[in-house]
């Protein structure tokens, strides 16, 4: 499975965006990429997922670098209950490799009031 | 609007019991996940199954078994607990079509004692 690569932890204060990096340089050509987060005592919920184009949802935008060895989790205006741990993961498409993700340790993501 | 539903919370068990975790979920998904969290480890992936009686081992088998009776339930055995195995247990299913995103129960905290 492709590897992703994110930082251990990141802070932000509350209202403010936070730009969350993931790197997966061994990306395959129909990998897509999926956030997850984590909140405490919960099980991981899906934030947001994209194959090449930008993507806006309700809770967040994902960013695609052009060669797609690199992606940014952006929340516009964090708020206490962001605080997470945000998972970066690639995806292989539906039907293979039985759907499995593979977690790695996440961004443990800190918002100050 | 719960998806996919954990039987336990919370369990405590005995060293040597045999131990049940069940996972229900209502939306009709072919792939159904065990995983277990623990600290400074992540999210492992114990066993999944991509269809009825079908399965296949994930990351970390030894210890446990599944079984896939239905659809909609998954269930977690393992069949005598160990201290190691303590930990927290989560269910998760996907569909196989496209590459939508994958749900996630609310986790079992299994204390084995």
């Known amino acids: 499975d492709a590897k992703t690569t994110q930082p251990n932890s990141m802070e932000s204060n509350e209202e403010e965006p936070v730009h969350l990096p993931c790197n997966h340089s061994?990306?395959?050509?129909?990998?897509?990429i999926h956030w997850y987060r984590q909140l405490p005592s919960q099980g991981p919920e899906y934030v947001i997922h994209?194959?090449?184009s930008n993507v806006n949802n309700r809770m967040a935008s994902l960013a695609i670098a052009e060669d797609r060895k690199s992606s940014t989790l952006i929340l516009h205006r964090a708020t206490l209950r962001d605080a997470a741990v945000y998972y970066c993961?690639?995806?292989?498409?539906?039907?293979?490799?039985?759907?499995?993700?593979?977690f790695g340790q996440g961004t443990i993501l800190t918002v100050h009031p | 609007d719960v998806k996919v539903t954990q039987s336990s919370r919370y369990l405590v068990k005995r060293t040597g019991e045999k131990v049940f975790l069940e996972c229900v979920q209502d939306?009709?998904?072919?792939?159904m996940f065990w995983y277990r969290q623990d600290p400074g480890l992540g999210l492992r992936l114990i066993y999944f199954?991509?269809?009825?009686?079908?399965?296949e081992k994930g990351d970390i088998p030894e210890g446990y078994s599944v079984s896939r009776e239905k659809k909609e339930r998954f269930s977690l055995i393992l069949e005598s607990a160990s201290t190691n195995q303590t930990s927290m247990y989560l269910c998760?299913?996907?569909?196989?079509?496209?590459?939508?995103?994958?749900?996630f129960g609310q986790g079992t905290r299994l204390t084995v004692v």
């Open positions: 998760a299913s996907r569909t196989i079509t496209g590459n939508t995103e994958a749900f």
């Open positions: 061994t990306i395959s050509g129909t990998d897509y």
């Open positions: 994209g194959l090449t």
């Open positions: 993961i690639l995806s292989p498409p539906g039907g293979t490799s039985y759907g499995k993700l593979t």
């Open positions: 939306m009709d998904h072919e792939n």
């Open positions: 199954s991509y269809d009825v009686k079908m399965k």
